[in-house]
């Protein structure tokens, strides 16, 4: 928990606020995936105040969408609300019903629980709740419409999806939570899972890791694009040289915890890392990295224990074998000069 707080702490910026809601409210429901969807889809209309109505189109959209997928977007019992959206998919109701039941029911437990992150609000608004008694509204802030004007405004759809992607993945496997076995798949660079024999992927690799990275290089800080185009898209690095595997075939150097996403220049670039082992101060940012997502709940907390080990000493010792083990073996170290400010 203390982690969160640092987090926020070091970097109280605009965008830290959005993603913390993103990546640490609380996983009961993802009516807050599709309220930050909607959010982020009209903000760009520039209108300020909005009736339920007027959220319901949206909301209820990205709500049925991910039902016809994952029937399951709540942890425990049943919800009414659900209920219908799956009615409209199955061509029960008609959209004009759907409308009106989610005015009616849909915003019942998001509105107020939006903002709260770690059991409490935070300090940054990017609505206020105007419920009058004939109209229920919120009213946008100047922050969502902050966040509209920055350079990564469209990674933070991207990043509600993935993340989206990865709580109602374990939800569906019905959170045995200690069997979800996230893994990576470097052709078509995603996340998936086993289950019952079958693939499934999650989703994109380099969306699901950019949440904590904020659109910067893992080495060096400077600017990274998760999408975008072949020859400037940031590259997923494997932080231990994917060439370790054969000789250290008791690791998994494609699970996550060994996953970053690095600019090209720093992966591959003149004076890159190509094959060399990180600088002992990178290994520190990684451990510090995959604490982060363990101690956030993050639904790749069981994937990175089970590859790192169960108690942080453990994965402590894992990391220092692993570095060991991989400069025996590669011999040389490789570090960077920062080109943006330290952000994680
Ligand atoms: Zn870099």
New binding site residues.
């Given amino acids: 928990m203390a982690e969160i707080e640092i987090f926020q702490e070091e970097f109280p910026s605009l965008e830290s606020y959005w993603r913390s809601i993103i990546l640490f409210g609380q996983n009961v429901a993802s009516y807050k995936f599709a309220l930050a969807k909607s959010l982020l889809e009209i903000a760009p209309l520039g209108k300020n105040a909005l009736t339920l109505e007027d959220l319901s189109e949206p909301f209820s959209r990205h709500l049925c969408e991910h039902i016809k997928n994952f029937p399951k977007q709540v942890t425990s019992g049943s919800s009414k609300f659900l209920d219908t959206c799956k009615a409209f998919n199955d061509g029960e109701i008609s959209k004009d019903r759907l409308l009106a039941a989610t005015s009616q029911m849909g915003f019942n437990n998001v509105i107020d629980a939006f903002h709260v992150v770690n059991k409490k609000d935070i300090p940054m608004r990017f609505y206020q709740k105007d419920y009058g008694r004939r109209n229920k509204k919120i009213v946008l802030t100047d922050n969502i419409f902050k966040l509209q004007t920055m350079k990564y405004f469209d990674d933070f759809t991207n990043e509600t999806e993935s993340r989206w992607n990865l709580v109602e993945t374990a939800w569906e496997l019905g959170i045995s939570r200690n069997l979800l076995d996230v893994q990576y798949n470097e052709k078509d660079k995603i996340l998936f899972v086993n289950d019952d024999f079958r693939r499934k992927t999650i989703t994109s690799a380099r969306d699901a890791l950019n949440g904590y990275q904020k659109g910067k ?1 893992f ?2 800080f ?1 600017d990274i694009t998760v999408n975008g185009s072949e020859n400037l898209i940031c590259d997923i690095d494997h932080f231990f040289p994917h060439t370790l595997q054969p000789m250290m075939k008791y690791i998994n150097i494609d699970g996550v915890w060994n996953l970053v996403l ?2 090209q ?2 992966n591959r670039g003149g004076g890159g890392k190509f094959a060399r082992v990180p600088a002992v101060k990178y290994l520190t940012r990684l451990h510090k990295r995959n604490e982060f997502l363990i101690k956030s709940h993050h639904p790749l907390r069981e994937t990175i224990m089970a590859q790192t080990g169960a108690s942080q000493s453990e994965r402590i010792a894992f990391l220092r074998a692993t570095d060991k083990n991989a400069v025996g073996l590669l011999i040389h170290r490789w570090g ?1 000069v920062n ?1 943006g400010m330290e952000v994680f």
């Fill in positions: 290089c080495y060096c400077d690095s600019c220049n720093c960077t080109k």
